[in-house]
């Protein structure tokens, strides 16, 4: 019999962690749930542990420890609260390996405590290597620890790349499906909100990656996310938009030629790949046709509307701190647009003035990150009412 791989899923009360768990849950023979983490869903949090039965489940808001604690105390299960339990569980050897699923950067502390074991550690937080991808990836290598993307286009790029050199690599190119308001120009921008935000034509996921993904925020994270992930130079790095979203990026070659990887776009399909790496496993997933699809259909993006792909770029061109400023201010002005503060043009203005005003620092050091965090989020917020 085959040794079930040990899962824990940091952030499994969110979109990611939950389609995590339906995948776990189809195949039981190869997976074992070992950790669950939320930060407030304490109700989910405790449903999903009588379910799955994990030996240890943290609840990282501490006031609600009580509250889970009592709920699972006939369940034999160990529960734990606070950012420091998450830190020492994520270096402990009581799993293989990890899925990263926090949003923003409340992730970063828990990955690189795995990493600095040398874990396995299945990435969908992207904020980690947005904010300190240059030290992350210096841990990885020092510690042999391993990164597996479960971003869909970092998924794609990674399965182009099997059997690959990465000297052989000319260019990688992420696509975007543009989200709600492809093709729509500032003065309708202006005046949308939250609602019309948050409804993604081609995917459901958390609040902050959908308003990402309507401000084309997401595809500049995921190309500060790519650098890191395949250690690329900015050059080789291009953004094309694909409204249909089946084409989940490409990788062109040396000699010209190019790899695609496609599908019904289906978040579960890339957190499979990561989970069962190195093999593939079969699953129900719909599949794709071609017959449904006539046209797949590709243009530029418009950076001049979307500011935010823009000022990403901007950031990752000039490296240091710039993309910790870049994400901090975002991750305030997504906040304050989720609460209707800030409109929608107004985060990219923010963001902008966070990057003119914070100081670049070349070479930070993981505290340098920290505090570079809490002054941006403390600068952005300052300019909203
Ligand atoms: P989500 O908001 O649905 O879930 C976030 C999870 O993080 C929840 O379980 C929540 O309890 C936990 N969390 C939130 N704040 C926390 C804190 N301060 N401390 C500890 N835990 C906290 O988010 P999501 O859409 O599942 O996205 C998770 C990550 O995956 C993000 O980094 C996102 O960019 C990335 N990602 C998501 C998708 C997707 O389809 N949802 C696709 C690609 C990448
Ligand atoms: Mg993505």
Redesign the pocket.
């Known amino acids: 019999m085959k040794i079930r791989k040990r899962i824990a899923i940091y952030?499994?009360?969110?979109?990611?962690?939950t389609q995590a768990l339906e995948v776990i849950e189809a195949h039981a023979d190869l997976f074992e749930l070992e950790i669950l983490?939320?930060?407030?869903?304490a109700d989910l949090l405790i449903q999903q542990a009588k379910r799955f039965k994990p030996n240890m489940v943290v609840i990282?808001d501490e006031s609600l420890y009580t509250k889970v604690n009592e709920a699972l105390s006939g369940d034999s299960i160990k529960v734990f609260a606070g950012?420091k339990s998450?830190i020492e569980i994520a270096a402990s050897d009581s799993y293989d390996i990890l899925l990263a699923?926090?949003?923003?950067f409340?992730?970063l502390s828990s990955t690189i405590a795995a990493v600095q074991q040398g874990k396995i550690v299945a990435l969908?937080?992207?904020?980690t290597l947005v904010v300190a991808g240059d030290i992350v990836s210096a841990l990885v290598h020092k510690h042999q620890a391993t990164l597996l993307p479960?971003?869909?286009e970092h998924s794609a790029i990674f399965q182009c790349l099997v059997g690959e050199s990465s000297r052989e690599v000319e260019k990688i190119i992420l696509t975007a499906s543009g989200g709600p308001f492809l093709g729509k120009k500032p003065n309708y921008l202006i005046n949308v909100k939250k609602d019309h935000a948050l409804q993604h034509p081609n995917?459901t996921?958390?609040?902050?990656?959908t308003i990402d993904s309507a401000s084309l925020m997401n595809k500049g994270l995921e190309m500060i996310e790519a650098k890191w992930l395949f250690g690329l130079k900015n050059e080789q790095i291009e953004v094309i938009v694909h409204p249909q979203s089946i084409i989940h990026s490409m990788v062109q070659f040396v000699d010209g030629s190019m790899k695609a990887q496609m599908g019904l776009p289906d978040?579960k399909l890339p957190i499979q790949y990561a989970l069962a790496y190195p093999e593939r496993i079969s699953n129900d997933f719909k599949r794709f046709e071609f017959k449904n699809f006539p046209s797949l259909t590709f243009e530029a993006a418009d950076t001049k509307t979307f500011r935010n792909l823009a000022l990403a770029k901007d950031a990752m061109l000039l490296g240091g701190n710039a993309p910790c400023v870049l994400n901090a201010a975002n991750e305030v002005v997504v906040e304050a647009f989720l609460k209707n503060k800030v409109g929608f043009l107004e985060m990219s203005d923010i963001i902008e003035s966070c990057l003119e005003k914070v100081p670049l620092i070349e070479k930070p050091t993981l505290s340098d990150y920290i505090q570079c965090n809490y002054e941006t989020r403390a600068l952005a917020a300052s300019f909203i009412k």
């Open positions: 952030g499994s009360t969110g979109s990611i962690g983490t939320a930060h407030s869903n990282s950012e998450l699923a926090i949003v923003g409340a992730g969908a937080n992207k904020e479960v971003d869909s995917w996921m958390g609040a902050k990656i978040m």
